[in-house]
């Protein structure tokens, strides 16, 4: 079963009296349970292509569908209504909200899809217990690691079941450690839940593990490689 | 795709927390709110103690909050022009609730003549307690007595008349007027009392003598000019001064106290628009204060307004929560500003001494000390003001923030 399938997407940036090109003519399908990971230099374009997956940013020209969802044609409420139900986030700089504590972060989507309360903290204590921050629920993000957020993010992200989960730069910021327990989370994730990863990333630590591999060069897909990653604890 | 109803309680939660996470700038801002608040009941309280003051010396001076005539009365306020005693559902009605006192009144112009000179005067026969029970206030006699039963022989004058006519307490005076064929009607009385007034004019114009006494003089029966009646307060005449005017019937013109004196009864209404006024221009300055207040701390959030976005969050949401954070910010305002009111202004309904600025106020009514009026619809009023356009001044900054894209957002830096 398809996840999320781009066909033909264009974008083009202005900076100044320079027109940049994001993505030019991108395609690409992605299943149910894969584990890619989009590779390339700055302004390669993977960003891009992500944002565009997620709604986040919408293209020139082209289709995306997520699930049954056509993504390029949702009004700004739909979209995030469909981001709120299918996909989870985890970005590079941890984008915590500091008001509140890790358990309080993680329940966020919950509380916004107006889950009760009885379970989102059921679901949220569990998860907080998989990504092994038990017993730091009630810090608030200043008063956590690096590496202790994004793991706040990554459960933030899956809590409540999404079939995609997007990353863009999970690991830039975290140190060699920290970034291999994060990508075998992702993996154990993957493995286990079924969850469709699409990581951005520059980071070989990170590309090691995945199952598929895409580079992109100048908004354009250059290879896009099936191969056998590294399993967790290799 | 159905919409999801997110729980209000991270709304609450998250403005809640926004709100203090730069608690000096809250606390500042609440302290505006709470002064400005403060003030504007403050200014209520001030204005409505002045207009009560002004008002009920007006009262005095009628007195009486509805008065009842003959039709013709008020164009030739003569003895042709007389009524009967109150009677059937008039005087059912004048007996009971809301009433709580009214009297009969014998009202007719005259002259008195001193040895020394004479005056045109406003000749009042009354019922001594009925005026009293109505706010005549036996301690403005301030020689003398006052009137002691309807058939009193004596007179009582104001101090400006007596100054006037060169008498004083205890000599004969002559009153004169017409009686209902045209003849002149007259009678020696001495002055057994001299009151004073809070106007001269009050004190030259009303002179006090029995209402059977004057009856007499003018060769009429047990008949008057008006009826006079108050319920106890005057802001609430509106509301049921009608229901008297219909006991009375056609045959009488009954008219409140806002119609008999339009002066008084324009300044209730000024006081109204003025207070609303006074709010909404206090009120503009603390906008200026809540809206830099609410732009800067969207302005600093902006990464987390695009990373709540991106969550999805939509953008309506977006707006209630900071217009949830202003609501916050002036309710805590509005509570405090309401408790400081209420902690200042009832130990000064004793009365505020303001003799020093007094001189001028007299011919408007005002004596010399102030009694601010906290009243319940001042606060009710300020707090409608600055909700309502609290709010308003919010929507913008919180449009702003909604209007986001969550990834540009998200990139600020």
């Not at chain 1, 993680?106 to 569990?126: D, H, I, N, P």
């Not at chain 2, 609450?12 to 926004?18: E, K």
């Not at chain 2, 002045?50 to 306020?77: F, K, N, T, W």
């Not at chain 2, 004969?172 to 009678?187: H, K, L, T």
């Amino acid at each position: 079963m398809t996840a999320i399938s781009c066909k033909a997407l264009c974008k083009t940036f202005t900076q100044g009296d320079q027109i940049i090109t994001g993505l030019d003519k991108v395609s690409i399908d992605i299943d149910a349970g894969e584990f890619v990971c989009l590779s390339g230099p700055s302004g390669s374009g993977k960003t891009t292509l992500l944002n565009a997956m997620g709604g986040l940013d919408k293209p020139d020209s082209g289709e995306i569908l997520v699930g049954t969802h056509r993504v390029d044609q949702l009004s700004k409420g739909d979209l995030a209504d469909m981001r709120l139900r299918n996909i989870g986030f985890v970005f590079q700089a941890y984008n915590l909200v500091p008001v509140l504590s890790a358990q309080e972060n993680v329940e966020f989507v919950m509380q916004v899809q107006g889950v009760a309360a009885a379970e989102r903290r059921e679901k949220s204590l569990a998860i907080l217990a998989e990504v092994d921050l038990a017993g730091m629920e009630d810090r608030r993000p200043s008063q956590l690691s690096g590496g202790q957020q994004q793991r706040v993010a990554v459960a933030r992200a899956i809590v409540s079941d999404p079939t995609l989960v997007l990353a863009d730069e999970p690991t830039a910021n975290l140190d060699s450690k920290t970034a291999v327990q994060l990508v075998e989370l992702f993996l154990k994730l993957n493995t286990e839940r079924g969850i469709t990863f699409v990581i951005a990333t520059h980071d070989t630590r990170v590309m090691d593990y995945c199952r598929r591999l895409v580079r992109m060069v100048d908004g354009r897909i250059v290879s896009d490689d099936r191969r056998a990653g590294k399993a967790a604890g290799d | 795709m159905a919409e999801p109803r997110p729980s209000p309680a991270i709304l609450a939660t998250l403005a809640w927390r926004n709100l203090w996470r730069n608690y000096r700038r809250t606390l500042i801002m609440l302290t505006a709110i709470t002064v400005g608040v403060w003030a504007m009941i403050l200014f209520s309280a001030m204005f409505r103690g002045m207009l009560d003051e002004m008002v009920s010396a007006g009262l005095r001076v009628l007195p009486g909050e509805i008065q009842l005539h003959h039709p013709d009365y008020r164009d030739d306020p003569s003895v042709v022009n007389r009524i009967d005693m109150p009677s059937g559902a008039l005087l059912q009605a004048l007996q009971q609730p809301p009433v709580t006192a009214w009297t009969a009144r014998l009202k007719v112009p005259g002259m008195i003549s001193s040895e020394r000179d004479n005056r045109g005067v406003q000749l009042l026969g009354v019922e001594p307690d009925g005026e009293i029970a109505l706010g005549f206030q036996p301690d403005t006699i301030v020689e003398g007595r006052f009137l002691e039963s309807i058939s009193d022989r004596g007179i009582v004058i104001g101090r400006k008349l007596a100054e006037r006519l060169e008498t004083e307490l205890g000599k004969r005076v002559v009153i004169m007027s017409q009686d209902p064929d045209n003849e002149v009607a007259d009678r020696g009385m001495r002055i057994v009392g001299i009151y004073s007034a809070r106007l001269e004019s009050t004190e030259e114009i009303n002179a006090y003598v029995g209402r059977k006494t004057l009856q007499q003089m003018l060769g009429i029966d047990d008949q008057i000019s008006e009826v006079a009646l108050t319920g106890g307060n005057y802001r609430d005449v509106e509301r049921w001064w009608q229901d008297i005017a219909e006991a009375a019937g056609d045959d009488l013109e009954t008219q409140p106290w806002m119609v008999l004196n339009a002066y008084l009864g324009t300044m209730i209404e000024v006081q109204s628009n003025f207070n609303i006024i006074i709010m909404v221009v206090i009120f503009i300055a603390l906008a200026f204060g809540l809206v830099n207040t609410l732009v800067m701390a969207v302005f600093e959030r902006v990464r987390e307004i695009g990373l709540m976005m991106a969550l999805g969050m939509r953008p309506q949401w977006v707006l209630y929560q900071v217009l949830l954070e202003s609501g916050m910010l002036l309710f805590l305002g509005l509570l405090l500003g309401n408790v400081l009111s209420v902690a200042t202004i009832l130990p000064l309904q004793e009365g505020i001494d303001i003799s020093a600025v007094a001189a001028g106020l007299e011919m408007g009514g005002m004596g010399s000390t102030l009694y601010p009026e906290l009243a319940l619809q001042d606060m009710l009023l300020s707090t409608l003001v600055v909700m309502v356009l609290g709010v308003a001044a919010s929507v913008l900054p919180a449009w702003h923030a909604s209007r986001y894209n969550p990834i540009e957002a998200l990139t600020q830096h």
